[in-house]
């Protein structure tokens, strides 16, 4: 079978020398942290080195990309042309995500460069607080195939690495520590964490991949590096002004650069769009995790209507194309005459529907067109769109004219059996989350595959969650296949962030839960967000704020642990503290106290356990 992705190499580095380039080669982070320095000798590969500070976190990178036309091969022997420096400072705002303001700071190196066929290439390099990137322009391309990149980041001494093996859809389990060795010859998903012996943290990623396919990655051998190569000529077509996806390094000396980081949406292009009223992210109450026949019953799906009224969520998913079928994609939908009274039900309690569908439904204009239509007649406001499952450029097409026709009907989406984000939701701000996790459906028999781990949650806010939202449709309080505890489920509604939150479990779980009061009070789009502790696959402390209220909670793996973190807060709090009970994973604790900001605050977490408190300001 043939894959449609790009691999990318990474190989553990083995030193070279370096030769200083011209200091007109060099470009510095706003605070002077992080430099980038190219050097581009006549005859040899162009090369990039990265420093943080003094210390050498790349060294001698490659760079490089060649075409299937002999005359573009920007491989080796480039001249410099033209040096252009410029500093960019932009705000922007986010409808969800870790953070709703952003600023998009950094210094750009540009070089104009000739091949040996004189044909020329523009290398954009930008370095920020908190990493680097760079990507090729091209002007009037004929219609030509990328055939290889031979370009990437060369990493001095690697001593850990967080990834996960490649599938279509971006769904196994994170937890495991790799070495380049153990890794050696598996292809692994974006993105993949990296922490060197000097200490320093890395996350490598890509974003603004528009047309073109997605990359994955690959560890050959012991002598190389991390090398971005495409060899898939017959799936990267291009031609005319064709701009490459921004090869990315999130970089900093500790991991909370790493999951506070917003530098994927930065490097995405601004959104056209500029009516953004309709766009809402919230909670949904999700029925098909409990009973996957819901959407077949217009009782049932007004009990999770019900549900979402009475917790304040805004949502619930109601999976139209589900109407008489289990898990594939029917249209009884249309000719269910019920189907509109159930949406009415839902807006007259303040609860808003959206729907599901399969790709295969929508990947032409006329269905499109037909679904969406449909959709606008019932009230629904947005759509899942399941089963992606490719890493082709014809996917990116289909994704993206998706996006721009639920757009044009004021539809939101969400991407399920897909890939994790590459800077889609600045671009289409009503792209509101993506799947791209192996999350709480695999507590389902139905789903085959058992194996979700403390361990899994533990690793995904530094490296999945940080690219974007994730809808892992969290808190499974009923899974009698779960080994977290309670107060660990109810953690994951804050710890993980999706635009739109969808929580699985049924109403009986959450309405008779001690969990009930924190629940209610539940958001899913952050003005700002810091990791207070941690440590990938052992344990995350996150606070997320809204307002003046900040959601602060933590999940454990393994050992029981007692942490202690300076909260963020102006003054002192009285507050409801959610934790574990006992040895019993099926019980919570609630206790009151008091938080202040001078005092650290101190909690004990069980093994795979956790904590939730909310404080107002």
Known sequence: ????????????????????????????????????????????????????????????????????????????????????????????????????????????????????????????????????????????????????????????????????????YDEQLYGDIHTPIELEGSNLSFPVLINTKAGYWALISESNVSNFPLSCGKFENEKLGYVFANEKAAVNAVSGDFVSPWRVMILGSKVSTIVESCLIDHLAPATAMTDLSWIEPGIA??????????????????????LSAVMNWRFVEFDLALVGSRTRAVENWKTSTWIKDVVDYGKQKGVLCYGWDEIANLNTSEKREDIFSRYNALGMVGIKVDYVNSYSQQTRKILEEIIQSAADHHLMVSFHGAQSPRGFARQYPNMVTLEAVMGEEYYLSVNGSKGLSAKHNCTLPFTRNVLGSMDYTPVGFSSKLRTTTMAHELALSVVFESGWQGLCDAPESYLNSLARTFLSQLVSSWDETRLLDGYPGEYCCIARRKGDTWFIAGINSGVSRTVSMKLPIKSKAKVQVYNDFSDDLNRLTVTEGYVTPRKPFEINMRKNGGFAFIVRQ
Not at 38 to 60: F, H, M, Q, W
Not at 116 to 142: H, M, T
Not at 147 to 154: P, V
Not at 287 to 298: C, E, M
Request: hydrophobic residues 35%; proline residues 4%.
């Open 285 to 306: 109450s999700f029925p098909w995790w409990a009973n996957n026949l819901a959407n077949s019953s217009d009782e049932a799906i007004k009990s999770y209507i019900d």
């Open 1 to 168: 079978m043939k894959l449609n992705f790009i691999p990318i190499i990474f190989i553990l580095f083995t030193l070279q020398s370096f030769k200083e380039p011209q200091e007109r080669l060099s470009c510095t982070s706003p605070d002077g942290r992080i430099s980038l320095r190219v050097n581009c000798p006549e005859k040899a590969s162009a090369s990039i080195s990265v420093l943080y500070g003094k210390d050498t976190i790349t060294r001698n990178s490659s760079l490089g990309i060649i075409f299937n036309d002999p005359k573009l091969d920007f491989s080796s022997g480039l001249n410099l042309l033209k040096t252009e420096k410029k500093s960019i400072m932009e705000k922007y705002r986010m409808k969800t995500g870790k953070q709703n303001e952003r600023i998009n700071h950094c210094n750009e190196l540009e070089l104009t460069l000739k091949n040996k066929s004189n044909e020329q290439v523009v290398l954009d390099l930008r370095v920020y607080n908190e990493g680097v990137a760079f990507r090729y322009r091209f002007a009037a391309l004929p219609e030509v195939s990328v055939i290889k990149e031979t370009s990437g980041y060369l990493l001095d001494g690697i001593s850990k690495i967080w990834s996960i093996k490649y599938n279509s």
